[in-house]
């Protein structure tokens, strides 16, 4: 299992992080037969935290204040991001998977970054419930998104278990009023997060 550190340049036009190391391979202690990492961008990330713990879903996201550190539960793992730009993931396949899904988060972080948000101004994923949510939703209960009604959908969503795309009834032309209350409500970013991809 020991390894060399392995550096890969992931995105060599982001606005933040362009490259991330691998420093650490060790056994995964939750899932016999993976593994668990640890990686470095090249970059700190103490400014980005307070502003990524608002883009994910609540239900994914466990936040420590006291000392900036941002663990998700994304991706069947657990990921910690901290202020010093050291990245850990849990039940991870192998080296390769590890990048690509440290990838996926240098996007997002990169996103943030770009957004010029500061964690005050932008919107507050934890601030919103499910009422807000069925609120824009079509609110015909059809089953399309596989749950019986739209207030479970909206309590999934919220819990990073359905994503706003699987509701294929928004994606219909007469539904553009409720698509732009989302777009109120959440902004074009949380959009994206919460699995939008557009009409
Ligand atoms: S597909 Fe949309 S409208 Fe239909 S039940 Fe699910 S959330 Fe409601």
Not at 18 to 43: H, N, W, Y
Not at 144 to 164: H, S, Y
Not at 166 to 188: A, N, T
């Amino acid at each position: 299992m020991e390894m060399d550190e392995v550096k890969r340049e992931i995105r060599a036009d982001g606005s933040l992080v362009k490259e991330a190391t691998l420093k650490q391979v060790k056994p995964c202690l939750a899932a016999e037969g993976k593994i668990r990492v640890l990686m470095e961008l090249d970059s700190e990330l103490g400014d980005i935290i307070p502003v990524m713990v608002k883009m994910y879903p609540p239900g994914v996201v466990n936040y420590v204040k006291k000392k900036n550190i941002l663990t998700l539960t994304i991706h069947d793992r657990i990921i910690s991001l901290y202020p010093s730009g050291k990245i850990s993931m849990n039940k991870t396949h192998d080296v390769e998977e590890a990048f690509e899904i440290v990838g996926e988060l240098i996007d997002q972080i990169n996103r943030a970054h770009d957004s010029g948000a500061d964690g005050k101004d932008s919107v507050d994923l934890s601030r919103i419930g499910p009422m807000d949510i069925h609120s824009c939703l079509p609110g015909s209960n059809c089953g399309d998104c596989g749950e019986a009604t739209c207030m479970a959908f909206a309590m999934k969503l919220l819990n990073g278990e359905q994503k706003l795309d699987s509701c294929l009834p928004l994606k219909e032309p007469w539904m553009q009023e409720k698509v732009r209350c989302l777009e109120d409500l959440l902004g074009e970013h949380l959009m994206e997060t919460l699995g939008w991809s557009g009409y």
